[in-house]
């Protein structure tokens, strides 16, 4: 008998912290669900911080993408370039209809999207879309 | 005896682990997701139609400081002149020819463009940075 009340007495209190801790863990949850549902996971890069605007166009992927870093590196599609932007526009045969979609920093001066510009204009493309997040 | 001991036990499935799991989840969904979605700002780059009617093109320059330059007269960013010009500029669907000073930030440039857009341009031409 002393045995038995001995061991029930601390499973009682263990229950009821059981008990307090469903809702917690609801709440856990359904937080959980929210950020997976709402949210949406992307590489991001401290050294490109896109321009904000008060645009409201959708940011669509399209084939050309050139990306502008801080440390005034450029990247096509994902590759580093080490020699000249129009030469690598170039080997990817742009059409007439491509869009050209460049992610700069913000804080990078104008002249770093002049290669950009020129290489359009000598590759005919007309279409240039500019990256930038809402202004908050 | 002994047996009927254990089996009750074992029945018992510890949550613990289980919300342990979940916390992770739920700290990795906070910390990598992100909420403000891309946006985008279109130049038409028509090579074509812009050399026709350069001549009609209204020049804008965008100088450090916001002091833009509209054909050689001098307006500033945000101030009532420049805001009735771009509105002027949009009624009479003209072409504009927008480039800026190598020093001045990417971001005023985009700045300018959408304030642009927003004055109802249509058609904009970026060119390259003049010294």
């Given at each position: 008998?002393?045995?038995?009340?001995?061991?029930q007495?601390?499973?009682?209190?263990?229950?009821?912290?059981?008990?307090?801790?469903?809702?917690?863990?609801?709440?856990?949850?359904?937080?959980?669900?929210f950020?997976?549902?709402?949210?949406?996971?992307?590489?991001?890069?401290?050294?490109?911080?896109?321009?904000?605007?008060?645009?409201?166009?959708?940011?669509?992927?399209?084939?050309?993408?050139?990306?502008?870093?801080?440390?005034?590196?450029?990247?096509?599609?994902?590759?580093?370039?080490?020699?000249?932007?129009?030469?690598?526009?170039?080997?990817?045969?742009?059409?007439?209809?491509?869009?050209?979609?460049?992610?700069?920093?913000?804080?990078?001066?104008?002249?770093?999207?002049?290669?950009?510009?020129?290489?359009?204009?000598?590759?005919?493309?007309?279409?240039?879309?500019?990256?930038?997040?809402?202004?908050? | 005896m002994?047996?009927?001991?254990?089996?009750?036990?074992?029945?018992?499935?510890?949550?613990?682990?289980?919300?342990?799991?979940?916390?992770?989840?739920?700290?990795?969904?906070?910390?990598?997701?992100?909420?403000?979605?891309?946006?985008?700002?279109?130049?038409?780059?028509?090579?074509?139609?812009?050399?026709?009617?350069?001549?009609?093109?209204v020049?804008?320059?965008?100088?450090?400081?916001?002091?833009?330059e509209?054909?050689?007269?001098?307006?500033?960013?945000?101030?009532?002149?420049?805001?009735?010009?771009?509105?002027?500029?949009?009624?009479?669907?003209?072409?504009?020819?927008?480039?800026?000073?190598?020093?001045?930030?990417?971001?005023?440039?985009?700045?300018?463009?959408?304030?642009?857009?927003?004055?109802?341009?249509?058609?904009?031409?970026?060119?390259?940075?003049?010294?």
């Amino acid at each position: 008998m002393m045995i038995f009340t001995h061991t029930q007495k601390p499973s009682r209190p263990k229950r009821q912290l059981d008990d307090s801790m469903v809702p917690a863990i609801n709440i856990v949850f359904l937080l959980l669900i929210f950020f997976m549902i709402a949210g949406h996971i992307e590489a991001r890069n401290a050294d490109l911080q896109i321009p904000a605007s008060s645009s409201e166009g959708e940011l669509v992927a399209r084939d050309i993408e050139i990306q502008i870093l801080v440390n005034g590196e450029y990247y096509l599609n994902g590759q580093k370039i080490e020699k000249s932007l129009l030469a690598s526009l170039q080997a990817l045969a742009p059409s007439a209809e491509s869009v050209v979609t460049c992610h700069i920093d913000r804080n990078l001066p104008f002249s770093a999207l002049d290669p950009v510009l020129s290489a359009i204009r000598q590759l005919n493309i007309k279409r240039l879309q500019i990256a930038t997040e809402q202004r908050l | 005896m002994l047996l009927n001991n254990l089996a009750p036990r074992k029945k018992t499935i510890s949550i613990t682990p289980l919300i342990d799991v979940v916390f992770i989840l739920l700290l990795f969904f906070m910390l990598s997701s992100t909420f403000n979605q891309k946006k985008q700002l279109e130049i038409k780059h028509a090579t074509s139609g812009v050399s026709q009617s350069e001549g009609e093109a209204v020049q804008i320059v965008l100088q450090p400081e916001g002091v833009v330059e509209v054909d050689g007269a001098q307006y500033r960013v945000g101030e009532q002149p420049f805001a009735q010009l771009l509105n002027t500029i949009a009624e009479n669907d003209s072409h504009v020819r927008l480039s800026a000073r190598a020093s001045v930030s990417v971001q005023s440039v985009v700045e300018l463009i959408d304030m642009g857009y927003q004055a109802g341009i249509t058609q904009l031409n970026l060119s390259e940075s003049v010294e």
